[in-house]
């Protein structure tokens, strides 16, 4: 299981702060079989030219210094926290999210079983299977709809979906899906307006506004992003 943040804002706004809150967070979760997201991290921004920089790590978000990762400004960013499902999946840097897809970046956090995806998806887990099907999607839907469409794909082709929850972060600004049968204190997204950055994250962080965001359906955030 995992955690993740995404945030965007239409002017740069400095990231540091929430990514240094996210990290204290991630260390004091626990999954519900108990897991600590200690299996690796990521974060993504946009550049000044609207471009998606990325950072991975293997070693715990709250022993790195992940904020040093970040820049001071940014239109967008997007940050994983990793519990890898099965011990044979660790230890790799590319199984590390968040994924960069055609102008996005992509965070996910889910248990599905019996998962037969349509054609020959790229990737060696299930969470890169699921970007890359996403990825096809966005080639060619917007972003809201994408994710409708890879939320009804999974649901028809996934014998059970404990939780599937997830979330993109580009210029048409934040869309987010969260679905769960079990365990809400740990799946259920909140969302947060904080002056003019928005944010989705896997729990509230301490001392901004957050608010339960409406689940089993994708919910987008914000405008596009001037430059983004």
């Not at 002017?11 to 519900?32: C, G, I, K, N, T």
């Not at 890879?150 to 869309?175: C, K, N, T, Y």
Request: with cysteine; hydrophobic share 40%; net charge neutral.
């Amino acid at each position: 299981m995992c955690r993740f943040l995404v945030a965007r804002c239409a002017a740069p706004f400095d990231p540091r702060d929430l990514v240094a809150e996210f990290a204290v967070m991630a260390e004091a979760s626990r999954s519900p079989d108990g897991d600590r997201q200690g299996d690796g991290w990521g974060v993504a921004w946009l550049d000044d030219g609207g471009r998606w920089q990325r950072h991975r790590s293997l070693a715990p978000i709250w022993e790195d210094s992940p904020s040093e990762a970040c820049p001071r400004a940014t239109r967008g960013v997007a940050v994983h926290a990793r519990s890898a499902s099965f011990p044979g999946d660790r230890g790799d840097l590319e199984h590390n999210q968040p994924y960069l897809l055609d102008g996005h970046a992509f965070v996910f956090n889910g248990l599905l079983t019996g998962v037969s995806l349509p054609g020959r998806r790229r990737g060696e887990i299930g969470a890169q299977r699921i970007a890359a099907l996403l990825g096809a999607f966005l080639k060619r839907l917007s972003p809201a709809e994408a994710v409708g469409r890879l939320q009804r794909v999974l649901e028809e082709r996934s014998r059970r979906i404990p939780a599937l929850d997830l979330a993109i972060v580009g210029s048409a600004g934040v869309v987010a899906l969260s679905r769960f049968t079990s365990h809400p204190e740990y799946y259920r997204l909140h969302a947060c307006a904080d002056g003019a950055v928005e944010a989705v994250c896997s729990q509230p962080l301490d001392g901004r506004p957050w608010r339960e965001l409406p689940t089993g359906t994708p919910v987008a955030l914000g405008a596009p992003a001037a430059g983004g």
